[in-house]
């Protein structure tokens, strides 16, 4: 079993995104631990990049901070190595290709391999064009993450079936951020891909609050909280680890309240 099928193993999986470097590299490292303490089963890392075209405002002010903090994908790598040492769950790339390619995509991936990164979502990279990022990755055991979103459409049988570590279903239209309400149709989105995979599936964009978490892991197989998190960063700066700690515990804890 990989390590990013051991986060979905008989559970629902709570999976928390946080931008490295907001506000600086070593509170990154005590809000992952905090994370993993309270609850999260897999976390997601984002490489600060000047055009994070998926992001909304609040992802995009993080990257803005950390990119004015001058940290580099080196310095990323760094850091993770550093604090694999006391974390044990799966921890994935969320970055975009111009990162990754003008890093090097052999050194990128030899780079995670050695650092214990085990999964990469590239949000621009769409799914004709992926093999020349993910043969190299499954070289180095990085597994490629798949979006899928309501607009696939006639491309979701395909990109499920050839998905592997999890699928990332995209919650509805548009940039990252919370929202009230979601796509109408993310059950049956669900079920199509189940109908072509067993690769968990983890719902992403718009999940604020511990009923709307408990809400879409009961229809899929985890949920993803990005901007929620990455706001508690922004109010609290340097001592926010503690406040995300709080607020992942809430998310996971709210998956087993009936």
Known sequence: MSKIAEAFNNKKAFIPFITCGDPDLETTKKIIKEMAENGADLIELGIPFSDPTAEGPVIMEANIRALKNHITTDDVFEMVMSVKKEVDIPLVFMTYANVVYSYGIERFFKRC??????GIILP??????KAEFEDTALE????????????????????SRDAKGFI????????????????SNIRGLVDRVRNNTNVPCAVGFGISTPEQAAEMAGIADGAIVGSAIVRVIAQYGKEAPKHVGEFVRNMKEAYYVS
């Open 124 to 129: 621009d990279v769409p799914f004709e064009e």
């Open 168 to 183: 990332y279903i995209v919650s509805s239209l548009g940039v990252t951020g919370t929202r009230t309400e979601f796509n």
């Open 113 to 118: 391999k050695e650092t214990g990164i085990c």
């Open 140 to 159: 180095y055991d990085v597994e490629f993450v798949s979006m899928i979103a309501p607009t696939s459409e006639d491309r979701i049988d395909t990109i």
